[in-house]
Every structure is written in C-alpha cells, then in structure tokens.
C-alpha cells in the first residue's frame, strides 16, 4: 500500500492527531501476531463483542486493561510443579504468553468479561454523552407577535 504524507492536514485542524495516526499507521505492513484468534461482533445498535480462543488459560492467568481508548488483553500460564512433572509426547496446544491490543473508539466503555468454555467474551458499549446527543431547541417569537418573512 501506498504512503499518504497527511501534514497538510496537521496544518489544518487541531484535535485530530489520534485519528491521522491510526490512519498512518494503516499503512504499515501488518506484522501483528496471529495468536490467540478472535472475534469481534456488533451484538446491538451500541453494542459490542470481542471474543477470544483462550484455551487453557484460567481466569487468573488473564488480565484485562482499558487506558485511553486501549483496551489490552493479556494472558500468561504460570507453572506449576505439576506442570514441569509431565512428559509431552506431542503439546499442539499454546499455552504461549500473550498481548493483545485494540484500539476502542470515543465513548466505548468495556461492559464485562466473561471466560466461558476456553473462550473470553469482553461486552462493549458506546455510551454517547447527553451533551453530544441531538436535541431541539423551541423557537420563540419576540413580543408576542410571530415574524414574517416578507419575500
């Protein structure tokens, strides 16, 4: 893919620099890791679903953070003397350490989490701010009489 020099738009605006840098970075080749496989799904107008194949990993070895719009998922197996006892003959199952990020839009907040079945279902909402909703506004006319526009 091509590389866009957006400074033009630097030059232009203010307050978009998280956005030109997503955008930037699109055009990067993807040398992201492909472990563990996820999903993500709209289950609703404003809502939303990631689920992630996290077989062999208990609640306590996963840990889920959102700072700044970035949610970050990450797993890690501790051992235990059990673990080191066992002899593989073949081990096809990853239980490799893991971090995923995702970059969550404005007013997304994580709703919960839940490990079901080697699966972990992390629910999103966007919330829009009353503030940003549309509302209308009542037009009054002035001394009691309605304006007309002659025309």
Request: proline share 5%; charged share 30%.
């Amino acid at each position: 893919m091509r590389h866009y020099d957006l400074s033009p738009l630097y030059r232009s605006t203010v307050g978009f620099d998280r956005m030109f840098s997503l955008l930037d970075s699109l055009g990067q080749p993807d040398s992201a890791p492909s472990y563990p496989p996820y999903n993500i799904e709209r289950t609703g107008e404003n809502a939303y679903r990631i689920t992630m194949a996290v077989a062999g990993f208990a609640d306590a070895d996963l840990a889920i953070e959102v700072k700044e719009n970035t949610l970050s998922i990450r797993g890690e197996k501790t051992e235990t003397d059990a673990d080191n006892e066992r002899e593989f003959l073949h081990q096809g199952i990853a239980a490799r350490a893991f971090e995923r990020r995702f970059q969550l839009a404005d007013h997304v907040e994580v709703r919960g989490a839940n490990l079901e079945n080697g699966l972990l279902h992390i629910d999103l909402e966007r919330e829009i701010p009353e503030a940003m909703k549309p509302r209308s506004i009542a037009i009054s006319a002035t001394n009691g009489k309605q304006k007309v526009i002659e025309g």
